[in-house]
């Protein structure tokens, strides 16, 4: 992260002397905060191109940005003027006011914006989104078509079914992957595959978790079904190695973000054949579910409150830049973008499909994170068979409901 | 020296101490009796890119008031301390009225996050500091008895386990026992068995953590134990010789008795490592298995969304009190020893 710094840093010393940037920023610092990716190095890559002529930019991309959002945002003034939030982030942001509204810059600088790309919270946009992200199916359609079975699965018991009989024609052990690592991971299984049964993670209007019921009981026995298809290795899944796995041609149906879609089918890495073989699908549904079995994920922009309105108009336009429709153009398949002029692709039909069978979104509550916690920590017993489904949801809602308590959401 | 003297000597250190050491534990301490302010909640509407949603969100202003009133929040005593996720007093009093053998009390006990992390942290240390101690001695003989020339390159490469950043470490190991690494595949093929994987068992991913806890530890209790062998008297050993000592007898009751010193403070130094045993659970991906109470610090202020710096500060400070109630035997020798030398 270190590094890459520097190396905008030497970048726009070349461009500063080089090139006068044409981004209609008068003067300012731009700094950016945010997760590492290729779409995100895409953007803050054009944002950076506005540099010189009085205006700063410099971008911190690192896996690590949710450790250190809250501290860096909390100063006055704040060490980033921008980061680049997601569902989950944004209200952790929200919950301390770090991030400001963005209804006057969306209407000076937010012409070519479309509607739905606006985050609104209570009516003011705190966020502009610009690229979607969900988990969905990836499918071998090779071994499919070797083991006998003629559809791409829409459900996960056709999934189930697929794996059996991939395995029973000898072809793979272990046909089946999720990202299940034990933590955050298989906290995002659980949360997905719940929303499949279209119930609600928590009493309406409450703070009061409500997965310790005969929908939380299916959903873990269906994830316990699925892993039994899984490499036994299965807690130590996460997106890395699941994409890993896939590429060695290991796996034939597997639940991976659609981010790592571009990367599975650019060839690059995988064994022969793999990459050819790889259809990308909508999330499964599963039971009598009417939604597909994922939450919809998206990435934008939030502006920092402790920072000068001279800054924040800068950085807006400067990220604005950063996700123009030229960006999108260059960088078609780094992403699903949500921009006007991106192309659908064989990489971001999961992701679209998946949306447009109406998943729904993952949850922007306050207390959503410390839930997603508890599920991360406490279901992994289960799915090794040490303890009962029951008592796996009871530890689940203990844990959250202590951990909740601390955080002031439960009395 | 004077006392006056000896204060000025001490005092750069003492203010260091007070200031890196002592008032972070105290900070440490006053967090983990408070927990934060009740969250007033407010009932909005949410639009994005896949429609509107009524959901709840936390009003700020009144949260910030709150916070300037009182900005360490709401005091909690010590209920963080004996709340589920910590010593669950209630839980383990309900585990034992209601179960019906010691067994199931103890896997109900061992179902909460703390003990589960204690009884690894506990097993890790009692498990790996006498092997350390071993290995390290075995290893010190063993090179002290090499010749001259070979000396040198043998310390390097018995050196390299302490010199690898343990997370590296615990990384490299973990690709190399993985299904399709070295170790790994040789071990399946020598168990003949596909399906053996030291990730996946709970037994087996112990064994795994304590075999790298030893290898990673040993070159350090060797390195002390070689330095030590050094001193040991020659004309005593030879006294022994002539006395018609074994090998084995000048080792047992010559430089055995010399090393003692030594002996204790890898001891002291070994426990206080291995109680706060971390980076090979984060290396080795091992959390759904085994958890330590470091993990539990960790994993309260950094591998989620949210942090929480009371229960964090709670676990801390127990284990602070785990540590101290370990070294207090081997203190408590230590300090007879040296009083009897004094007299």
Excluded at chain 1, 17 to 30: K, L, R
Excluded at chain 1, 376 to 398: K, M, W, Y
Excluded at chain 2, 76 to 85: C, D, E, H, L, Q
């Amino acid at each position: 992260m270190f590094l890459k710094t520097i190396t905008f840093a030497g970048a726009f010393a070349l461009l500063g002397s080089s090139a006068i940037a044409d981004c209609g920023i008068s003067g300012g610092n731009v700094s950016i905060l945010s997760n590492d990716f290729p779409a995100i190095q895409a953007v803050t890559a054009e944002a950076a191109k506005c540099a010189g002529n009085g205006v700063k930019v410099e971008a911190n991309l690192t896996k690590d940005h949710k450790d250190i959002m809250v501290a860096a945002l909390t100063a006055n003034p704040s060490q980033y003027s921008s980061v680049i939030v997601s569902n989950s982030t944004l209200v952790t942001l929200m919950n301390d006011g770090l991030v400001r509204s963005l209804d006057d810059l969306v209407a000076e600088h937010g012409a070519g914006l479309n509607k739905s790309q606006l985050i609104t919270v209570n009516g003011k946009v705190m966020a502009v989104a610009f690229m979607a992200n969900a988990q969905h199916l990836f499918t071998r359609t090779d071994m499919l078509d070797k083991a006998g079975v003629s559809n791409i699965p829409g459900t996960y018991e056709e999934v189930i079914a697929a794996a059996e009989a991939i395995r029973s024609a000898g072809l793979m052990e272990y046909p089946v992957a999720l990202n299940t690592k034990a933590g955050w991971n298989l906290g995002e299984e659980f949360v997905n595959m719940y929303m499949g049964t279209g119930a609600d993670l928590f009493k309406a209007g409450t703070a009061e978790v409500s997965v310790n019921n005969d929908h939380g009981v299916a959903t873990l026995n269906m994830l316990k079904s699925l892993v039994g298809y899984s490499n036994p290795d299965f807690l130590t899944y996460d997106s890395n190695a699941t994409q890993a796995e896939w590429e060695a041609g290991n796996l034939a149906l597997a639940t991976m973000w659609g981010s790592r879609g571009s990367a599975v089918l650019d060839g690059e890495g995988s064994v022969d054949g793999v990459s050819s073989n790889t259809t990308l699908s909508a999330a499964p549904k599963w039971g009598n579910g009417a939604r597909p079995a994922s939450t919809l994920w998206w990435d934008g922009i939030g502006i920092s409150t402790n920072v000068s309105d001279e800054d924040a108009e800068a950085t807006f336009i400067a990220l604005m830049n950063g996700i123009s429709s030229d960006m999108v153009k260059a960088n078609n398949d780094a992403a699903v973008w949500l921009v006007e002029g991106y192309k659908p692709s064989p990489a971001s039909a999961g992701v679209s499909e998946t949306a447009a069978n109406g998943a729904a979104p993952y949850p922007m509550l306050p207390f959503m994170g410390t839930l997603h916690g508890a599920l991360g920590g406490e279901i992994s017993d289960f799915l090794q068979g040490a303890e009962s489904a029951e008592q796996a949801l009871a530890d689940v809602e203990a844990a959250y409901t202590t951990a909740a308590k601390e955080k002031g959401f439960l009395k | 020296m004077k006392n006056r003297n000896f204060f000025w000597f001490i005092l750069p250190s003492l203010i260091t101490m007070l200031l890196f050491i002592a008032l972070p534990i105290v900070s440490v301490v006053v967090q983990s009796l408070h927990i934060e302010h009740e969250a007033v909640l407010n009932e909005v509407e949410n639009c994005g890119p896949f429609g509107c949603k009524k959901e709840l969100i936390i009003n700020v202003d009144e949260t910030k008031r709150l916070k300037l009133e009182k900005p360490l929040g709401e005091f909690n005593g010590f209920k963080t301390y004996t709340n589920r996720n910590h010593l669950a007093f209630e839980e383990i009093k309900l585990a034992w009225s209601q179960s019906e053998s010691i067994t199931q009390f103890i896997s109900t006990s061992l179902n909460l996050p703390f003990y589960r992390a204690l009884a690894f942290t506990l097993t890790y240390t009692f498990v790996v500091t006498p092997f350390v101690l071993f290995f390290g001695f075995l290893i010190a003989l063993g090179v002290n008895s090499l010749p001259k020339q070979m000396k040198g390159p043998t310390i390097f490469v018995s050196l390299l386990p302490m010199i690898v950043t343990p997370l590296i470490g615990s990384l490299i190991l973990f690709w190399m026992i993985d299904a399709q690494g070295i170790i790994g595949s040789i071990l399946q093929r020598i168990f003949d068995d596909p399906n053996l994987s030291l990730k996946a068992s709970p037994t087996l991913t112990w064994i795994m953590l304590m075999v790298y806890g030893v290898w990673h530890s040993s070159p350090f209790a060797f390195i002390v134990f070689y330095a030590g062998l050094q001193t040991v008297p020659s004309d005593t050993i030879e006294a022994a010789m002539i006395d018609g000592a074994t090998r084995w007898e000048r080792t047992k009751y010559v430089v055995l008795p010399h090393l003692m010193p030594l002996t204790i403070f890898i001891l002291l130094i070994q426990l206080m490592d291995n109680f706060r045993v971390f980076e090979p659970i984060v290396g080795f991906s091992a959390q759904a298995n085994a958890t330590s109470l470091s993990w539990i610090i960790y994993n309260d202020i950094s591998n989620n969304e949210d942090q929480f710096f009371g229960s964090a500060g709670a676990t801390s400070v127990l284990t602070i009190i785990g540590i101290s109630v370990l070294l207090i035997p081997v203190l408590i020798r230590t300090w007879r020893e040296f009083n009897r030398k004094v007299v």
